[in-house]
């Protein structure tokens, strides 16, 4: 059952991010990967929401957390779209963009998970 709650939540979590990265592309300069940095952020965000409310308030069944985190959010946020659209930068010659990307990533995405098990504490 487990494998099942994580396939599904994997594939609803990937059609997620297309949709909203395609949505956040569509409306941003194509020269940086906002996007993929946008729903990096979100995941980044909601899984730290989520992990600590599951752990901390609604002492959640394993099923809900093989679905929510490791399936959906799993399949939600893109660290490997984000290694490779770097590398691209890079390769390119974009090399600010490129640093960028990385420090923002990872202090951005830092902050809301962060921010995210606080609110995760206040629920």
Sequence with gaps: MKFLLIFVGGGLGALARYVASGVVHTFSSPSFP?????VNC???????????ALDLRFSAVPSLRFFLIIGLLGGFTT?????????????????????INIGASVVTCLTATWV????????
């Design 42 to 52: 979100t995941g980044s965000l909601l899984i730290g929401i989520l992990a600590t």
């Design 116 to 123: 995210g098990v606080m609110i995760g504490k206040a629920l």
């Design 34 to 38: 906002y996007g993929t940095f946008a």
């Design 79 to 99: 660290f490997s779209s984000f290694s490779y659209e770097t590398l691209t930068l890079l390769r390119e010659g974009s090399t600010t963009a490129g640093l």
